[in-house]
């Protein structure tokens, strides 16, 4: 049961160009989305996180836009560069205490220069 | 300061075998997860600690997986008789205590299963 899909697997943008990833999730008592970002050898690293209370959040060239009746969250990275090229992972953590994490199979990003 | 340490990076071992491996997370992460991150997937939860004790081990795929956290700060996951299935990036992340949010993930340790 995938609890949380990504779409699309591979993206390919032009330097300076809008990267935009989707998510969709079942579950209604997930209650924390964050995105992560991850290089190749390297651990995922937290990008961006946004909560059900809230339809949008940006940070720099990065922006969450959250629709909470539809299910739905997405990753907008404006002017996207070179170096943003990296796999993406969206997230959703449930209730209760543990706060584990159940991710998207991810989004592979590629910006050509 | 320091990361989420993982050691070792790469771990190539023969079918059968027992393996061990270990993460050191950030000082004062009372909060402890193991993931393990299959290729092209994202990474799945095995198990949680909250201070020593496994808090939330449902992710754990079988009983020849087992993780210690013994004095609350390192801890060691411990894969018995070794499948090629296993083989897989296995990620560690921690958390401070409480209602912080934020995972710190480590580098991951590359396990292959010969």
């Known amino acids: 049961q995938q609890q949380v899909k990504q779409s699309p697997q591979s993206l390919i943008v032009q330097k300076g160009g809008i990267s935009i990833i989707n998510c969709a999730y079942e579950n209604t008592a997930f209650d924390y989305f964050p995105w992560y970002q991850q290089f190749p050898g390297k651990g995922p690293a937290l990008l961006i996180a946004?909560?059900?209370?809230?339809s949008e959040k940006k940070e720099g060239r990065f922006t969450i836009s959250f629709n909470k009746s539809a299910k739905q969250f997405s990753l907008h990275i404006m002017d996207s560069q070179p170096g943003d090229s990296a796999t993406y992972f969206c997230a959703a953590r449930g209730e209760g205490s543990n706060y584990k994490l159940t991710f998207g199979k991810g989004t592979l990003l590629t910006v050509n220069p | 300061g320091a990361g989420v340490s993982q050691t070792p990076s790469n771990k190539v071992t023969e079918k059968g075998k027992y393996v061990e491996l270990r993460c050191d997370p950030i000082s004062g992460h009372t909060a402890l997860y193991w993931y393990r991150q299959s290729l092209g997937q994202g990474p799945e939860f095995l198990i949680y600690?909250?201070?020593?004790?496994?808090?939330?081990d449902s992710g754990l795929p079988n009983d020849r997986f087992f993780a210690v956290r013994p004095e609350g700060s390192v801890s060691t996951l411990k894969i018995q008789r070794t499948e090629r299935g296993d083989s897989a990036v296995y990620l560690c992340?921690?958390?401070?205590?409480?209602?912080?949010?934020?995972?710190?993930f480590g580098p991951g340790t590359r396990l292959t299963v010969l």
């Open positions: 946004i909560r059900p209370d809230v």
């Open positions: 992340a921690s958390r401070v205590a409480g209602v912080a949010d934020t995972q710190y």
């Open positions: 600690f909250q201070g020593t004790g496994a808090a939330d």
